[in-house]
């Protein structure tokens, strides 16, 4: 630098001889870091200059007396000073204020993935869900793959640290959906009803969620459907276990469009082929059709409705536990409809309305058999009570009615204030045998959230949310804080806390509705690191569990609830996901750490749950060879041994421990592969995709747990295990009138 002090000195000597000011100095933010670029300038004249790498600038100017110097960078505040000139050297040293974006701001991860079309990068897409091996394009199935979530194979839901299935809720527009997967058959889990490529975005927190939702104790999934479609087009569906049509069409305006498919699974052929453990005498089949309309509004906004209707039918039969020669019979039939009507607005003065509205409708009718070696129905004259309870009729029916609303105001810069209720009028009905239980509720809310950008580095979200239910006669009032600090390029840590409040389950409250509000608090803390390509996260959290719900005989065959159960749950979460390391290569790697203990339902005492793995883990690999026009995709998961126990009614009416033990390790590999053989042609019409995939193809013998006698016997277990070893797919998709070439390629698909 020393050869620059001459050129300086003489410099100022020119800029002086000549009645010219030199303005000299640099331009950092407030880091001290400098910015390269800013633009330098006096107001009402032509005098200026641009920071150099170093943000140091200098310039000169004829100009004399009071003058206003301007400087202005995209990101920044722009800065104003008045200088005076006077032939005299004017240095300065320019500090710029960050101004908030919403692409450069932090944004609260604790808790959350997302997933979609997100602006700030997706963690999973619909073809991420529907090409992750052994998803079999279930979004639940996909999730399972992330941090946080349980590999539970003998029920439906979504597992989530330490909490049950029912503790984690699903939402589609802001709107809950009351039964969002197939109703359950004994043992064996079931699919959840919704297509990945309905939506366009996902989130799935795993805790310390939002306090515009409330009613789950551990999770929710929100799903965000699409808006319009981008061309109007048919699509067609065929594999050995299913067929399927539908359409979408988009006005010639591109303002508004209406779709609707219809699908039917028959796996008869499938269940000829592959050999199931259980003897269905009724083969399942699923009819499924649904159907949308959607336009936007003069504004800007978007209304959107969409309706569903499933009929499905099945009947298995499997050994009695109890019996050497008795059979028990399993028959379900099933008829749901679902609807969701949503409006977004965008009001004067800076306001945004969102509106919400559902309803849906399930019916189960149920029937279980003892049945004899020839499979005809038995029954006893003065039975035992095992076999009083395996001969039975259940007619279960659920209504759920909802309106929502929530409305948004920016608040200056990129803060939002936002706030609203909801309403919802659940009607519940259980036929057993010639018994009737029903009830209803009234279910309200009110709940109001600020996102507040300190600045671009500070971000926090603040929220609560009242409740009050008719059924219980009890209301609860749930506080929610998180907070965002970035600590980095693409890097930040987010901490978060809650309470989240849920009522007892409807099988509970047919007994008694002298219950409470179950409750769990949550603290998390979360680091991230995402990029376009690579993500990094790191979470630690803790809940504590509170009035839960525990099991109490009253007499036989007869039993009541209260809220005296309580438990806790922590553990440490990894993911990393990398597109960039390998060419045309994705994977991710997820762990999960869990320790937990409850004492709720039957248990004695404080117990980790039966459906609680200590360790979980999933790699997850995704290779699309464009050349030949094919994608090939593995998923390792695995979890360790799950607790089992069986607990009995000793001779003072208490529980008893009579055994316990823990199930061995579980293991999955999982393969699919897709061809496409559209990619690579100009001025395709149509999209084509060959699927296939196998679950477990290595064969592992897996075991969930264990179901024990009636009679009480404790040397008596029956494993619970899989349908069968494998499960396999084939089939044809296809869509006339959009090419999805890109998507492919780019989604590695």
């Known amino acids: 630098m020393k050869p620059l002090v001459p050129l300086f ?34 107001k009402d004249s032509y005098d200026g200059a641009t920071a150099d790498s170093t943000g140091a600038f200098y310039f000169t100017s004829t100009e004399k007396g009071n003058q206003t110097l301007i400087v202005t960078n995209v990101g920044y505040h722009s800065f104003e000073q008045r200088i005076i000139l006077k032939r005299e050297e004017v240095k300065l040293n320019i500090i710029l204020k960050e101004a908030l974006s919403e692409l450069k701001a932090v944004t609260i991860t604790a808790g959350s993935f997302s997933a979609g079309d997100s602006k700030r990068g997706a963690v999973l897409s619909s073809i991420d869900v529907a090409t992750t091996a052994g998803s079999n394009a279930d979004i639940t199935a996909a999730l399972k793959t992330l941090p946080g979530a349980q590999q539970i194979g003998e029920q439906e839901g979504l597992f989530v640290r330490g909490g049950a299935g029912y503790e984690a809720k699903q939402y589609i527009d802001g709107t809950l959906v009351n039964n969002p997967y197939y109703t359950s058959v004994p043992d064996i889990a079931q699919r959840g009803r919704f297509s990945p490529f309905l939506f366009k975005g996902t989130v799935f927190s795993t805790g310390g969620y939002s306090a515009l939702y409330g009613q789950a104790l551990s999770s929710v999934v929100l799903l965000e459907s699409i808006d319009l479609p981008e061309k109007s087009e048919i699509d067609a569906s065929i594999s050995p276990l299913l067929v399927g049509l539908g359409t979408q069409q988009l006005a010639k305006n591109k303002k508004s469009s209406y779709g609707i498919s219809y699908n039917y699974t028959n796996v008869g052929l499938y269940f000829n082929l592959v050999k199931q453990v259980p003897d269905y005498f009724k083969i399942p089949q ?201 600590t980095g390029k693409d890097a930040q840590v987010s901490v978060a806390y809650g309470i989240f409040y849920q009522k007892p389950e409807n099988s509970q409250l047919f007994y008694t509705t002298n219950l409470g509000y179950t409750k769990a608090s949550h603290y998390i803390i979360n680091y991230q690191k995402m990029t376009k390509e690579r993500t990094l996260r790191i979470e630690a959290y803790y809940k504590k569990y509170e009035d839960l719900v525990k099991t109490v005989p009253v007499a036989f065959n007869y039993f009541t609830y209260n809220n005296n159960g309580d438990g806790y749950a922590k553990g440490l979460e990894l993911f990393w996901r990398d597109k960039k390391t390998f060419k045309n290569f994705d994977y991710w790697i997820s762990y999960s750490y869990l320790d937990t203990k409850r004492n709720f339902l039957n248990y004695t005492t404080d117990l980790m749950p039966s459906f609680a793995a200590r360790h979980t883990a999933s790699l997850v690999t995704k290779r699309f060879f464009t050349d030949i026009k094919c994608g090939f995709n593995l998923t390792y998961s695995y979890a360790s041994g799950r607790p089992y126990y069986n607990f009995l009614i000793d001779n003072t009416g208490k529980y008893v421990l009579s055994d316990r033990g823990m199930t061995k390790d579980y293991h999955s590999l999982n393969f699919s592969a897709e061809y496409v053989p559209s990619i690579g042609k100009k001025n395709a019409k149509s999209f084509i995709v060959l699927f296939a995939s196998m679950t477990n193809v290595l064969g592992y013998n897996a075991v969930y747990g264990y179901n024990y006698p009636y009679s009480g016997n404790p040397y008596l277990k029956q494993a619970i295990t899989p349908p069968a070893q494998r499960f396999y797919f084939i089939g044809c998709f296809v869509s006339w009138g959009v090419d999805r070439t890109n998507d492919a390629i780019n989604n590695n698909l």
């Open 9 to 42: 000195i003489l410099l100022n000597l020119f800029v002086n001889t000549m009645g010219q000011t030199l303005i000299s100095g640099n331009v950092k933010d407030g880091k001290g870091h400098p910015i390269a670029g800013a633009s330098i300038s006096l």
């Open 286 to 486: 699923f009819h499924s059709a649904d159907a949308n309309f959607r336009f936007k509004t003069k504004s800007g906004g978007i209304v959107k409705y969409y309706s569903t209707f499933g009929y499905s039918n099945l009947g298995l039969r499997r050994p009695d536990i109890d019996s050497i020669y008795l059979k028990n019979a399993f028959a379900l039939s099933n008829h749901n409809w679902y609807n969701n009507l949503s409006w977004r607005e965008y009001l004067p003065n800076g306001w945004k309305m969102n509106l919400g509205a559902g309803y849906s409708t399930n019916k189960d009718n149920i029937d279980q058999q003892l049945q004899n070696a020839a499979n005809q129905p038995v029954q006893f004259s003065n039975a035992a009570f095992w076999m009083q309870v395996k001969n039975f009729t259940l007619v279960n029916r659920q209504d759920l009615s909802q309106i929502k609303s929530v409305f948004e105001k920016k608040l200056g810069g990129i803060s939002y204030l936002r706030f609203g209720g909801e309403y919802q009028y659940a009607y519940n009905s259980a036929l057993y045998n010639d018994s009737l239980h029903k009830f209803a509720d009234n279910f309200k809310a009110l709940f109001v959230e600020s996102d507040i950008f300190i600045t671009n580095d500070i971000a926090a979200k603040l929220g609560a949310r009242f409740e009050h239910s008719s059924i219980l006669n009890k209301a609860d009032f749930a506080p929610r804080a998180s907070l965002a600090y970035k």
